[in-house]
């Protein structure tokens, strides 16, 4: 199939030709005629697989045979309530690409920033209002938000809302718009909560799904690196500088931990910065345009800040730490070799990491390719390297029975390794 032989209005056929969009991907073929006939629908589909265009082209081309000339009154016809910042600002600048031949108006609002420029557009008028819940929920208390004139209602990365907490301000939201809207719901997850989000507030909606989670892109190539906790950042260092690479996204398990790894990472002469939710909305931004113009090398992100990173050709990922939810493990590295590029994801497993690992191997029924040849190994035989000394042979030996014991969530009081 071609956008082509999905019946679009010449000005959004036009956006995408130039944009080189010939072949829809699966989710694209599967969801942009169901909600070109105006039907609910529910779409599960993992990062990386065209997801937002499957929404964004069928709306913009209904909403341009509504709006037509740019002379009628704006009102918001098309909600799209996301979770991070940074996603909502993918989504409108896809919007506007899309709909760069129409008088189609999008405004991305979100919190963090001053409302004022934010309010003044929204007097203005949009068609199309792309909002994070807390800000959107605000601004309509306030009276700048009316709903009344929604045709489409998108939420979007379903699952993430509801890890953030954000399924009940979903839940007020979706009762402030009118009952004969069309709503969309993509997740790259179904938990229960999401499932009953759906069965409670879509009407008779369409299911599609393609790239089931557990599943990892054939173009993106998998390795492992079984290192001591220790020398990680040692062994970063080691394999950006000897394959020189550029333009690497590496994900951190906490805040704390991205920070000290750009700061090894920039102590050695690399061009690294980080995202997490600490930073200012206006720091993320910066940072990010700043790696997708390749001024920043290394961009070190944690999960929920990474959500919104939508890069073409993201050659490398990095998995500094191993998450302890293997799902992750499957967003993370989806988001290199997307599009029919190549990609490399590199896994880096500490002793104690290595439950993790089974269970990623576990859940996409594929074993990584072990490295095996690197200078930071896990160390073997340390009792034979020990000093001797009573005192030290025991507190040793106390050590290694409690890590044994211990998971790494249970060590509390012990220093961080980052």
Partial sequence: MQFQDLDLLRNIQQALT??????????????????MEGTDLVGCAQTGTGKTAAFAIPILNLLHRIVGSSKKVKHIRTLIVTPTRELAIQIGESFNTYGKYTNIRTLVIFGGVNQTPQVDQLKKGVDVLIA??????DLHKQGFIDLHHMHHLVLDEADQMLDMGFINDVKKIIKLTPDNRQTLLFSATMPLAIRELADTFLTQPKYVSVAPISSTAETVQQKVYFVEKEDKRKLLYH?????KLSNVLVFARTKHGADNVVKALKKNGINAEAIHGDKSQSARQRVLDGFKNKEVSVLVATDIAARGIDIEQLPFVINFDLPNIPETYVHRIGRTGRAGNTGLALSFCGKDEKPYLQDIEKLTR????????????WKEGEKKEEQPGAKKDFRNKNKN??????????????????
């Fill in 239 to 243: 394999i950006i500088r000897n394959d």
């Fill in 366 to 377: 594929q074993k990584l390719k072990v490295v095996e040849d690197h200078p930071f190994p």
């Fill in 18 to 35: 130039e944009e080189g969009y010939e072949n829809p991907t699966p989710i694209q073929e599967q969801a942009i005629p169901i909600i």
């Fill in 401 to 418: 029975q409690s890590k044994s014991r211990k998971s790494p969530e249970s060590k509390k009081n012990k220093k961080r390794w980052y």
């Fill in 132 to 137: 994070t819940p807390g800000r959107l929920l």
